[in-house]
């Protein structure tokens, strides 16, 4: 008696009026690579969607700062830097990338302070955190500039720890999408204009 095979998806593959053992497998494969490409839109929405959220907080506490900046400046009085110093935590686990990466200038490690959670809190930040084994620095002396110690990337692309670089390579996915060219010295000014501007907006409020 000849024996009669069923795919795992219940087709008959001894049918032949069905679709075959041939089928079956385009069939798997077509299946396969839909779930594929649907899973890769959803990793990357999940991705920009996080970035953005860390560029977020970025920006949060360069506004902040600036704002706290500008008071001190204004009022005459030395402002409080809120951190601990990068040069003072040297050893921690969470600098490492930066520190290979030479993100930071060994002679500089004195002018960047590293923002824990309780640091964020008590600049006046709401609903921002460290990522989860990362940390956030500062330069109170260029506040638009912040840095993520353990990197951020788009997937495809390179890893980036300084606020400007992500907003630039944010700004070319962009472009790129409407196929449009991306001048990164322009984009680079640019930055630090709006950056002003936002915390002149901020300190005015």
Do not use: H
């Amino acid at each position: 008696m000849k024996k009669k095979y069923k795919s795992c998806l219940g087709i008959d593959l001894n049918n032949e009026n069905g679709i075959g053992v041939v089928g079956v497998i385009i069939l798997i494969v077509v299946i396969l690579a839909i779930l594929g490409v649907a899973l890769y839109f959803i990793q990357l929405k999940y991705n920009e969607e996080k970035i953005e959220t860390i560029k977020t907080n970025m920006l949060k506490i360069s506004w902040k700062t600036a704002e706290i900046m500008e008071k001190a400046k204004a009022s005459g009085t030395d402002p409080e830097y809120i951190g601990t110093k990068m040069s003072e935590m040297i050893n921690d686990e969470r600098l490492q990338q930066i520190k290979e990466k030479k993100i930071i200038a060994e002679e500089d490690y004195e002018k960047y302070y590293v923002l824990s959670d309780e640091d964020i809190a008590k600049l006046g930040i709401e609903n921002v955190k460290n990522e989860e084994g990362s940390l956030y620095l500062l330069n109170y002396d260029n506040t638009s500039e912040i840095i993520i110690s353990k990197g951020c990337k788009y997937l495809g692309r390179d890893v980036f720890y300084k606020l400007s670089d992500i907003k630039i390579e944010k700004e070319k996915i962009e472009s790129e999408k409407n196929n449009e060219p991306v001048n990164e010295e322009e984009e680079k000014v640019e930055e630090t204009t709006e950056n002003q501007e936002e915390a002149q907006e901020t300190t005015g409020e």
